[in-house]
């Protein structure tokens, strides 16, 4: 079975800052890759994924991620962190064949003035 | 696009009684519609998958006739917490895809739903 580990429980970053939010999965095909995120009380918002090609894959608010099958990765990035990015990040795995997806336990993410 | 509206978006119940939340898909139909739980500052714990016109399937550990749920249109599904006990209070997050299962396509979400049974 797939499972996906998100090593971090809370990251805190500067503002102005970049990013990098960790995300390993388990899984022995090429497997979808999601990242989620949620703001308090709410819920999920698609940032971007991975399905197949570029494995550098652009998200919405300046969010990128990247794919390396060599580590089982697919690393959150963002160049500059906003205020506004604070929030709790999930990374998901879906496998084919299958319509569920297997969720990490996520990262909070604060961000300092 | 891709909008996915829950309601309510919060309540209160007594010990007892039976609470229904509703999921829609505001401009999609929806094939494939999904259940999760989600206790605080922890991860979606899936419920269960539904499928229009068939019968959901639950994930182990999770009591079919606790949890009910229809997805009697492909732009409704509803989860009803028969019963509900405090225990039962958490946070209820509807998702769906218009996939026909066969690729894990991209699952929107709903807002969530707080429950709290007193």
């Known amino acids: 079975a797939q499972s996906v580990t998100q090593p971090d429980i809370h990251i805190t970053v500067s503002e102005g800052a970049s990013l990098e939010l960790r995300c390993n999965y388990s899984?022995?095909?090429?497997?979808?890759l999601f990242w989620y995120v949620q703001s308090p009380g709410q819920g999920l918002q698609l940032l971007l994924k991975?399905?197949?090609?570029?494995?550098l894959v652009q998200g919405i608010k300046g969010f990128e991620a990247e794919f390396k099958r060599s580590q089982s990765s697919f690393n959150l990035r963002k160049p500059s962190v906003h205020w506004s990015d604070a929030a709790e990040y999930f990374c998901?795995?879906?496998?084919?064949?299958?319509?569920?997806?297997?969720f990490g336990k996520g990262t909070m993410l604060l961000v300092s003035p | 696009g891709a909008v996915v509206s829950q309601h309510p978006s919060r309540v209160i119940c007594k010990s007892g009684t039976s609470v229904k939340i509703e999921c829609r898909s505001l401009d999609f139909q929806a094939t494939t519609m999904f259940w999760y739980r989600q206790f605080p500052k922890q991860s979606l714990m899936l419920m269960a998958t539904s499928n229009e016109g068939s019968k959901a399937t639950y994930e182990q550990g999770v009591e079919k006739d606790k949890f009910l749920i229809n997805h009697a249109s492909l732009t409704l599904s509803t989860l009803t917490v028969t019963s509900a006990h405090p225990e039962d209070s958490s946070f209820y997050i509807c998702s769906a895809t218009p996939g026909q299962g066969v690729l894990p396509d991209t699952q929107y979400f709903g807002p969530g739903t707080r429950l709290t049974v007193l």
């Open positions: 991975y399905f197949s090609g570029d494995t």
């Open positions: 998901a795995v879906g496998v084919i064949g299958y319509s569920t997806l297997t």
């Open positions: 899984y022995g095909a090429t497997p979808y």
